[in-house]
């Protein structure tokens, strides 16, 4: 996926083992010039920018295995990534949330 200078890979995560191997995402990312790594597959949030290169695991929306749901929105733009990763205990209507910024070189 291609957004104006950004190359931004997705994927479920079924793809790297063992899964969330960060290391192998990496690899991914070099082999597909990758930005940003948005995966998925642990049901464990996860945000790192490491040489130059954004990785987002968002979570567990459905709260299938845990008692709090999670999920995330990222913005870009030419300077840096933000990062709001949300939570929400189930069946509660209060929302939290915190900010990442990551600045690019």
């Not at 969330?20 to 690899?27: R, S, T």
């Not at 049901?43 to 990785?55: A, K, P, Q």
């Not at 990763?85 to 915190?98: D, G, L, Q």
Request: charged content about 25%; hydrophobic content about 35%; glycine content about 4%.
């Amino acid at each position: 996926l291609r957004i104006e200078n950004f190359k931004i890979g997705v994927i479920h995560g079924d793809i790297i083992y063992p899964r969330g191997d960060l290391l192998k995402m990496k690899y991914y990312c070099l082999e597909k010039n990758l930005d940003v790594l948005i995966s998925g597959h642990t049901h464990v949030f996860h945000s790192e920018f490491n040489n130059e290169t954004l990785f987002l695991n968002s979570g567990e929306v459905c709260a299938r295995n845990k008692p709090v749901s999670q999920w995330a929105m990222l913005e870009v733009d030419e300077k840096s990534y933000m990062v709001t990763h949300y939570t929400s205990a189930n069946k509660s209507k209060e929302i939290n949330k915190k900010e990442y910024n990551y600045a690019k070189k």
